[in-house]
């Protein structure tokens, strides 16, 4: 082939992956604003090697012991589902006895909005090592508050669902949830600590240790293993709220707090990113505090979780980075987790063989285009310089 020929291949296959890169990501994350903004998050890509658990965490011989209760934290799981996703919860809950709590026997707590059938108690009772309490979310909790303007509400879903925003026309009861009440729930009011987690996620690794004894001993107050960007299109004026509540709240800003992950110019503009709530750990007297407390009933004064559609994942998010310090945030990478498409496995050998991971290391999305590690290590580089 003569090298005129080869150049001109060789353009055209650049603009057909650019196109492609820049009409899947509006696709999937409805976030490419500029063939400048993909291209940033692929420079200074050199992983950071986030710090691994102690030994003294770690639960004996794994295997052989079992721990007892008056070692472990005042910590339960927490699972919001519904009667039709009982399979989907046993194959997560599966991964979770299998990975985890086999030896810890931590509780859970089942919430839905409707009681849970016999069956689904049944059967999720008879795979569990630890104690399970099944409780219902009560309806102010769950429903649209009745000064919510339904027209305004009914024409942002259709928007939305017209202009194929990813989950625009659902989940907005659930998100509200999770955002400020699933910590008031009766059954969850003796307990200080909380891992959620959803039907359908996998657990790649042994978690041999206590994620929430380590937590709770270094003052950690939220954990995650995913960050990623929102979809902008869900939440078009949340930043402006964000930022009204900073002016006239700013006794609950402190100082040493994580708004480089949120925001590229301090703050001015929100840059979409965010810990993927789908999986967490954090302690409920964050969500409890007064702080939060201000923000949440702030947020929901505005309507914008019914004439938008804001996610807990940002909320949390935004919270956590604003209300707590950058070194009680925790980034578990020893902890393989997959909600799909999405995978986190721990990149280093040492943790990734500890941890007898069954992940494929070049597949975690840590480093993917959109995925906001990036951000964080610049966070975690700033706390430990």
Not at 245 to 263: A, C, Q
Request: hydrophobic share 35%; with cysteine.
């Amino acid at each position: 082939m003569n090298t005129p020929a080869r150049y001109l291949l060789t353009a055209l296959a650049i603009i057909i992956s650019l196109h492609y890169i820049l009409s899947f990501t509006h696709q999937e994350y409805g976030k490419a604003t500029s063939i400048s903004n993909i291209a940033s998050h692929f420079r200074d890509s050199t992983p950071i090697d986030h710090p691994a658990v102690g030994d003294e965490y770690y639960c004996g011989n794994a295997g052989n012991s079992s721990v007892l209760a008056k070692d472990r934290a005042n910590a339960t799981f927490v699972i919001l589902a519904r009667n039709s996703d009982l399979d989907g919860i046993i194959q997560s809950i599966r991964d979770v006895e299998y990975h985890f709590n086999q030896y810890y026997h931590y509780p859970y707590v089942f919430l839905n909005d409707v009681p849970f059938s016999d069956t689904f108690k049944r059967r999720i009772e008879n795979i569990l090592s630890g104690t399970v309490e099944f409780g219902t979310i009560p309806h102010e909790h769950w429903v649209q508050p009745d000064w919510i303007d339904e027209k305004k509400a009914e024409d942002s879903r259709n928007n939305m669902v017209k202009n194929g925003v990813i989950y625009g026309g659902i989940y907005r009861n659930m998100c509200r949830f999770n955002s400020g009440f699933f910590f008031q729930h009766e059954l969850l009011q003796k307990y200080r600590w909380y891992w959620r987690i959803e039907p359908d996620v996998h657990f790649h690794c042994d978690v041999s240790f206590d994620p929430f004894r380590y937590m709770e001993e270094n003052h950690k107050v939220y954990a995650f293993t995913i960050a990623i960007y929102e979809f902008k299109a869900t939440i078009p004026t949340l930043w402006d709220h964000v930022k009204q509540f900073i002016k006239d709240h700013p006794e609950h800003v402190v100082s040493e707090n994580s708004m480089g992950f949120l925001s590229n110019d301090d703050g001015d503009t929100y840059n979409l990113c965010h810990f993927w709530s789908n999986f967490e750990i954090a302690d409920m007297n964050l969500w409890r505090s007064p702080a939060y407390q201000d923000f949440f009933n702030y947020l929901e004064s505005t309507g914008g979780f019914y004439y938008e559609r804001w996610g807990d994942a940002p909320i949390h998010s935004i919270a956590a980075a604003l209300f707590a310090r950058r070194d009680q945030i925790h980034f578990f990478d020893e902890i393989g987790y997959e909600h799909r498409p999405y995978t986190h496995c721990p990149r280093t050998d040492a943790k990734w063989k500890r941890g007898h991971c069954s992940c494929d290391q070049a597949r975690s999305f840590d480093y993917d285009g959109y995925s906001c590690m990036r951000q964080w290590d610049r966070i975690w580089l700033d706390e430990t310089a």
